[in-house]
């Protein structure tokens, strides 16, 4: 498969990462943060950083992100 979702993470600017996930760092990170990033890097010109569908596919269904919380 593609990369990890913390080998994804640590490829992104760490400033927008830690202002995403201020105060939710206890959390398991949620897919509305990671779309933050995620528009950050297409506002930049930097959608190579962006993840395929199928890491996000696999991200989800494995457990390393949550789609939402109860």
């Given amino acids: 498969m593609?990369?990890?979702f913390q080998e994804w993470l640590k490829q992104q600017d760490q400033a927008v990462v830690a202002k995403t996930r201020a105060g939710d760092?206890?959390?398991k990170p949620l897919l509305n943060q990671l779309n933050w990033i995620?528009?950050?890097n297409l506002m930049k010109q930097r959608a190579d950083l962006n993840p395929s569908?199928?890491?996000l596919?696999?991200?989800v269904t494995s457990?390393?992100?949550d789609a939402m919380r109860k």
């Fill in 57 to 59: 596919l696999d991200w």
């Fill in 38 to 40: 995620w528009v950050n």
């Fill in 53 to 55: 569908s199928a890491e």
């Fill in 63 to 65: 457990g390393q992100i």
């Fill in 2 to 4: 593609g990369r990890s």
């Fill in 25 to 27: 760092e206890g959390n």
